[in-house]
């Protein structure tokens, strides 16, 4: 199995422990649970969560703001869209902070991005949000104005 996204995460125990996704979008630990049992351990639903503070194995992404309609990568950055004031800017920024998750943002400017958009909610409810009601993206742009004509898009949909 190829594995794509890597993350470190401190174990209770003292041990620092793998948890690593594959192309199809498998999950695996280092820890004695996975490597023996082949069952999900709590470090990997930590890490899916949002929930542990983890390193990138592989070297988390930099994020940017830019000028971009969704979280789009650009020579090894991943640049996302700035979020308008207002009802709009909820979803967006769920949806981008969904995407930089989901692209392998480093971990410490997702972390701080996150808590000056939600300060008060844990990842797995904006990734649960996301995943239940689809990415919200803009669609056109405007001269001028720049990106507006927000949508919502369906999950797998790109």
Known sequence: MEWINKYKVHGSNGHLWTVSKSKTGEWGCSCPVWKFRRQECHHILSVKNGELPVEEANGGREIRP????????KDGILLYPLVPFGPSG???AATIIYDLNRMGADREQLKRYREKMFPKTPMRNILSYVETHGRYVYTEFIKGQGWTNPIFKRMGIR
Request: net charge negative.
């Open 66 to 73: 830019g000028n971009v309609p969704e979280v789009t990568e």
């Open 90 to 92: 909820v979803p967006l």
